[in-house]
C-alpha cells in the first residue's frame, strides 16, 4: 500500500486542478503520481498523520549528567557554549568518550537556551523619513591594500548616506578619522545631494565627542559643535559599542564594499597609477548604487524637505604658523616639508587639511604641498623633501651634496640612488656631486626625471659621462659665480718705483760713486723676498736674501760700506 501523501500536497494538486490543468500535467506539476492524482480525484486520499513521533528509539545519552551537572553550569552562567560543557565532562568523567555526543550537547543546550535562557536583543526596525536624518561613518577595507605606483595608500573611506532614500556619498581620507577629514568630506556631501537634513548622527568619533562619562550635552568638541551650529543640524550618535544602533550605514557598509571588490576583481589589480585613477573608481561605484531608480524617485522627494546649504562653507581645516628655516623646510605635525628657497626666513599660514597643506604668504596663496601621516608603531622621522625646491642653491655649491642630511630626500626615487651610488664609482666624488646636481637641474628644467636619467644611465654603461658632455648635450652654462675668471696679463713693476711712493728720490742709472746698474737688469731681475725687519730705521727699499739691517749709531754693528753700495743705501 503507498504511504499516504502530504495535506499540503493534496492542497498543491488541487489549486492546478482548480486552474483548469488536466491530471496528467496537475500531477506532474506537483510531482506525485497519475495513480496518486485519480486518487485525489475520487475522494480516496487520506492525508498522513502530522503529531509524528512522541516516543524515543534510544537512551538518552545525556541523561546522568544534564539535570545534575549541565544545567547548573548553564544557569549560573547562560554564555558558556557546548564546547566548554564537553571538555568539562572530559575533565570529571574521563573515559567515557564524549566527543561522539557533541551534536546531541549542542542541540540540547540550544534548546535549553530558548526555553529557559536570558532575553535576548531586539532589533526595532527604524521608519526613516524624508529630509530628517543624515549618518556617515568612516571605515576600512580589508585584504589586500591598495597600491598607487607599487605604493601602499593608507588610507579609510567616509561614507555618508540619507537612509529615507539610500542616496550616498563616499571619499578616499587620508590618515585617521580627524576632525578635518570629517569636515571636509560632510559638506562636499551635503553639496553633492543638494541640502541639509534635519539631524547628523555618527558613532562615538573622537573628533566629535570627548567620550567621557557625565552630560552628553558638554561632551561635543568645541570644533565639532561649530560646526553642526553652522549647518544647522542637530548632532546624535549611537550607543558607544553597538554596532547594530548604526545598521543604516553599517549595512550598506558591506554593500558598498562587495561592489568595490568586484569592480577591482573585473579590474584584475588593486595597483593604480594615480590616486585619482583611484578616486574615479569609487565614483563610479557610487553612482552606480545612486543612479538606482528607486534611489532618484526618492531623493526627489528627500530633495523637497532638505534645509538649504549655508552660503559660507565652514572652515575644513586647521589653521598654523610656521617658519621657513635656514634649511628652506618647515616642519608640520613633527613631519618636514621642503619649501622653496625663496620662502626662507618667511612666516606661514598652513591651512591643514587631511590630505594637502596649503601654504599662504600672508593672504597671497603660495603652493600645497601632499601631507604625510605617521604610521602606527613607525619611530623615524617622516620627510617629504623636493628637489626642485633647492636645486638653484645646491648648483651653486654641489659638493654639499656629498655629505647633506638630506641626501637620501633630495635625490628622486630608488632608480635615482641607484644611478648616484654608480656616479661614485665611477667618477671622483667631486665629480659626480657636479654631475649629479646639473643633472637634477635639468630634469627640473624641463620636467623629464625618467629621460635625463636614462641618458646619463647609457653614459654610464659606455664610459663617456663627464660633466663637459653633460652640459654640451643639455647646453648648459655653467652656475653663475662659477664661470672661468679672464686672464689677465700683469707686468712687473721697477724696484725704484717703491723709493718714489715712499717719497725718495730716485737714483738715475750711471750716477754716483760705484758703476752704473742698467735699467734691463733691474726691470727683468728677479724680485727680492722680504725678511723680518728688512728695513733699517730710515732706509726705504727692502733688503736682498741674507743681508743684515744697517742700524746706525749701535756698538758692534757693521761699517758703512763706502763706495757703490754706501750710494745704493743711501
Not at 493 to 511: K, R
Request: proline fraction near 7%; aromatic fraction near 6%; glycine fraction near 8%.
Amino acid at each position: 500500500m503507498p504511504a499516504p501523501l502530504s495535506l499540503r500536497i493534496k492542497e498543491r494538486y488541487m489549486a492546478k486542478r482548480s486552474g483548469g490543468l488536466s491530471q496528467q500535467i496537475a500531477a506532474d506539476a506537483v510531482g506525485i503520481s497519475v495513480r496518486s492524482a485519480q486518487r485525489i480525484d475520487r475522494g480516496d486520499h487520506q492525508p498522513r498523520d502530522h503529531q509524528g513521533r512522541h516516543w524515543r528509539t534510544r537512551a538518552e545519552p545525556l541523561a546522568d549528567v544534564w539535570d545534575s551537572v549541565l544545567v547548573p553550569m548553564l544557569q549560573k552562567a547562560p554564555q558558556l557554549d557546548p564546547q566548554t560543557l564537553l571538555l568539562h565532562l572530559e575533565e570529571i568523567r574521563p573515559g567515557q568518550e564524549w566527543y561522539r555526543r557533541k551534536r546531541t550537547l549542542q542541540r540540547r543546550v540550544e534548546q535549553w537556551r530558548a526555553l529557559h535562557g536570558p532575553a535576548q536583543d531586539v532589533m526595532f526596525l527604524q521608519e526613516h523619513r524624508a529630509g530628517v536624518l543624515g549618518i556617515s561613518d568612516f571605515t576600512l577595507l580589508k585584504g589586500a591594500p591598495i597600491t598607487i605606483g607599487g605604493e601602499v595608500l593608507e588610507h579609510r573611506l567616509f561614507h555618508f548616506r540619507l537612509p529615507f532614500s539610500g542616496w550616498c556619498h563616499v571619499e578616499v581620507i587620508h590618515g585617521g578619522e580627524s576632525f578635518v577629514a570629517l569636515s571636509e568630506a560632510l559638506q562636499n556631501a551635503l553639496v553633492a545631494c543638494g541640502g541639509v537634513p534635519a539631524e547628523h548622527r555618527t558613532d562615538s568619533l573622537s573628533a566629535c565627542y570627548r567620550n567621557r562619562d557625565g552630560s552628553y550635552a558638554k561632551d561635543f568638541t568645541s570644533r565639532y559643535r561649530e560646526l553642526c551650529a553652522h549647518l544647522g543640524v542637530v548632532a546624535t550618535r549611537n550607543n558607544r559599542g553597538v554596532a547594530h544602533d548604526n545598521g543604516a550605514i553599517e549595512g550598506p557598509h558591506r554593500h558598498w564594499k562587495r561592489r568595490l571588490e568586484q569592480q577591482l576583481i573585473k579590474r584584475g589589480s588593486k595597483d593604480f597609477e594615480t590616486e585619482s585613477e583611484y578616486r574615479q573608481l569609487v565614483a563610479q561605484v557610487t553612482a552606480s548604487l545612486n543612479n538606482r531608480a528607486s534611489v532618484q524617485q526618492n531623493l526627489v522627494i528627500e530633495r523637497l524637505h532638505l534645509r538649504p546649504l549655508p552660503v559660507v562653507r565652514f572652515a575644513d581645516y586647521e589653521p598654523l604658523v610656521v617658519r621657513v628655516r635656514s634649511t628652506s623646510t618647515i616642519e608640520v605635525r613633527s613631519v618636514t616639508y621642503s619649501v622653496p628657497s625663496r620662502l626662507i626666513g618667511h612666516q606661514l599660514t598652513v591651512h591643514l587639511r587631511h590630505d594637502r597643506l596649503d601654504l599662504f604668504l600672508r593672504s597671497q596663496f603660495t603652493l600645497t604641498i601632499p601631507r604625510l601621516h605617521q604610521r602606527k608603531g613607525q619611530k623615524s622621522a617622516l620627510r617629504r623633501i623636493d628637489f626642485r625646491h633647492v636645486i638653484d642653491s645646491l648648483r651653486r655649491k654641489p659638493r654639499a651634496l656629498l655629505r647633506a642630511q638630506l641626501q637620501a630626500d633630495i635625490l628622486p626615487g630608488e632608480a635615482w640612488h641607484r644611478l648616484w651610488r654608480r656616479l661614485l664609482g665611477a667618477l671622483a666624488p667631486d665629480e659626480a656631486a657636479k654631475v649629479m646636481v646639473d643633472a637634477l637641474h635639468v630634469a627640473a628644467k624641463g620636467d623629464d626625471l625618467a629621460g635625463v636619467e636614462r641618458y646619463l644611465r647609457r653614459q654610464l654603461r659606455s664610459g663617456e659621462l663627464t660633466l663637459a658632455a653633460l652640459r654640451d648635450h643639455y647646453g648648459l652654462r655653467p652656475p653663475r659665480g662659477l664661470a672661468a675668471l679672464p686672464q689677465l696679463d700683469i707686468p712687473e713693476h721697477q724696484l725704484s718705483s717703491y723709493d718714489e711712493l715712499l717719497g725718495g728720490t730716485p737714483q738715475p742709472a750711471g750716477t754716483g760713486n760705484g758703476p752704473a746698474i742698467p735699467s734691463q737688469a733691474v726691470e727683468t731681475g728677479p724680485v727680492p723676498q722680504p725678511v723680518a725687519g728688512g728695513r733699517t730705521p730710515g732706509h726705504s727699499r727692502w733688503l736682498e736674501p741674507g743681508q743684515l739691517p744697517l742700524c746706525a749709531g749701535r756698538a758692534g754693528t757693521p761699517a758703512a760700506p763706502s763706495g757703490p753700495a754706501a750710494a745704493a743705501v743711501a
